[in-house]
């Protein structure tokens, strides 16, 4: 089944990890793959040492997409066009693909949209797919099967608070 885990709160990937937790702890093979991110985090290097759940991160990354150059842009659609195709091919040899921040790559039109909504109509029904990101396209949420909206009531960000290692990254 399809899942998407969207909004403006806090929780999207931690969400995605406990499900990809859970499935490795009951044998599942498992794909977390990210968008927009680096690979640092602390999840994906306690992900990175089981043996059933297999990491991914894009190989270039510049940080926030509203302040990159056209120029970065057009490298990181590039990019994310074929890793994205990579991403699909690999699907077949796992039981979860967590796509993390992949809505947010869908609305910058980072990726072939096309290719993303026939995976998803042609996969959605064989292995469990999860979606993160923030406003997730109508289509999106039409195939989903699960769609959970994080909402933030209070965050310490908003009184000026950093983000802090180990709690928010």
Not at 54 to 73: E, M, N, S
Request: aromatic share 8%; glycine share 8%.
């Amino acid at each position: 089944m399809i899942h998407v885990y969207h909004g403006e709160g806090k929780g999207k990937t931690t969400a995605a990890c406990g499900l990809a937790l859970r499935a490795s702890g009951h044998g599942m093979r498992v794909m977390f793959a990210q968008f927009f991110k680096d690979g640092a985090s602390g999840e994906i290097a306690a992900m990175s040492a089981l043996t059933n759940i297999v990491t991914r991160c894009p190989p270039i990354h510049y940080g926030r997409y509203k302040a990159l150059t056209d120029a970065q842009r057009a490298q990181i659609s590039e990019c994310y066009r074929a890793y994205l195709t990579r991403l699909i091919r690999d699907a077949e040899n796992f039981d979860l693909v967590v796509l993390d921040e992949l809505i947010s790559a869908y609305n910058y039109d980072c990726i072939d949209r096309r290719e993303l909504l026939d995976f998803l109509r042609a996969q959605g029904s064989r292995r469990e797919i999860v979606l993160t990101g923030r406003s997730p396209a109508p289509e999106l949420l039409e195939l989903a099967d699960y769609v959970t909206e994080m909402r933030k009531e209070k965050h310490p960000f908003d009184n000026g608070t950093a983000a802090r290692e180990g709690v928010e990254y």
